[in-house]
């Protein structure tokens, strides 16, 4: 079955819906996808439940109502036939109502999120164009390319007027001073958290209230070279996106507002920006500007040797795992966990072009260890009782040996 037929008949069997309990995974792609099937659900007449959580389980869904689950749920077997899936991860649901692209020949690591297949299905329900600046954030979100059928979703934004394209630095901040000071994607060796050297940099690259961004860039660039790699340094500058209908309009910092909102549990606060309220627009950049800083200080406080590290809040597992595999000098597969109760949560993070598949060794692992876990080729995730983590740590380095 093709991406569109797909969609297609997922959006018959939604819109016929008069009820309908849509939850979305707890980060900026989920946010964004469980957003765009709120509207257009809304649009319809339909009475809505949204709901973001890090997890779900067919226990959670027992009560005969109309299920959506948006960028989460494609990694469940055991789910009622007649549960709605919106996924981009790797596919063990075979219910009918499954848009994946992975189930239809296109990349879904890299060339559709959860957010660009719940806007195609979105489309199918009615005139949504407008909400293509949200299937922007997963994208974002969850380090895609704009390329193949995410170009030909930013393209039709783009020619909408709803997404407008430009240059610049592609980072979280309400200006250059925050976007520097907390940078987590790439994290800045010397300047991430550094409230002092940011603002000498800034001051000492600006003249009469103009920002030398060559030098800014350059002097950035020298400080972090012996530490990071090419990755990092070429985040540094790149394409922009203004999003001319959203609440926040660039879509790098409004995606790191959702994924912050998620991972603090205010994942609602997150949804309320992509339904356009306005009312908690400044709390919401506060929990994110505190999250990264939180993030960066994790950083600086990692316990452990080899690739498996404890910090001691779950809530910053994911983006720990994110800098130690992708922005680093001999960057290599890690997983980073931290005991939340009984509990040990875990993210996994394989470098680019690594060959290890996270999903596949986190599923195994997480089984092993009697837990759950998944996820991507490069991402994954997992929860296993606190006392099997030795047993965890073991298979995790001999699997990425």
């Excluded at 390329?147 to 980072?171: C, F, H, K, M, S």
């Excluded at 040797?305 to 597992?317: K, Y």
């Excluded at 983006?319 to 890690?334: E, F, K, M, S, Y």
């Amino acid at each position: 079955m093709t991406l569109d037929a797909a969609a297609s008949l997922l959006a018959e069997h939604l819109g016929a819906q008069e009820f309908v309990e849509v939850y979305g995974h707890h980060d900026a792609d989920g946010i964004a996808s469980a957003s765009i099937i709120t509207h257009a659900l809304l649009r319809r007449g339909a009475k809505v439940r949204l709901r973001i959580s890090p997890r779900v389980t067919p226990q959670d869904l027992q009560g005969g109502k109309a299920v959506v689950l948006c960028d989460i749920g494609s990694g469940l077997s055991d789910l009622s036939d007649d549960v709605m899936v919106i996924d981009h991860h790797v596919p063990h649901f075979e219910g009918q109502y499954h848009v994946n692209p992975r189930l239809c020949g296109i990349d879904g690591e890299r060339q559709l999120s959860a957010s660009g297949a719940a806007y195609i299905v979105a489309q199918h329900m009615g005139d949504n164009r407008d909400l293509v600046g949200l299937a922007m954030l997963g994208m974002i979100g969850d380090r895609q390319d704009i390329a193949g059928t995410n170009l030909e979703i930013v393209d039709e934004g783009i020619a909408q007027n709803y997404i407008v394209p430009g240059r610049g630095i592609p980072l979280f901040g309400r200006d250059v001073h925050e976007q520097i000071y907390c940078a987590t994607t790439p994290y800045l060796k010397g300047f991430s958290g550094e409230e002092a050297a940011v603002t000498r940099l800034v001051e000492e690259t600006t003249t009469r209230g103009e920002i030398d961004y060559t030098e800014l860039l350059s002097r950035i660039v020298i400080g972090m070279g012996p530490f990071q790699n090419d990755h990092a340094m070429t985040a540094l500058w790149g394409d922009t996106w203004d999003l001319t209908r959203g609440m926040v309009r660039d879509a790098h910092s409004l995606a790191a507002i959702l994924d912050a909102c998620g991972k603090s549990g205010c994942g609602g606060l997150g949804a309320s920006l992509c339904l356009r309220s306005n009312d908690a627009v400044e709390e919401a950049w506060e929990i994110a500007r505190q999250h990264r800083l939180r993030v960066i200080r994790a950083l600086a406080q990692l316990k452990g040797e080899g690739p498996v590290h404890l910090i001691d809040d779950p809530d910053l597992v994911s983006g720990t795992a994110d800098i130690l595999a992708t922005d680093l000098l001999n960057a290599r597969p890690v997983a980073v966990m931290a005991l939340r109760g009984d509990a040990c949560m875990i993210s996994a993070r394989a470098p680019p072009q690594h060959a290890c598949d996270m999903e596949a060794i986190m599923a195994a692992l997480a089984a092993e260890c009697g837990g759950v876990g998944g996820g991507h080729t490069a991402r994954g995730g997992a929860k296993i009782p606190k006392e099997n983590i030795d047993c965890f740590k073991n298979g995790f380095q001999e699997a990425c040996a």
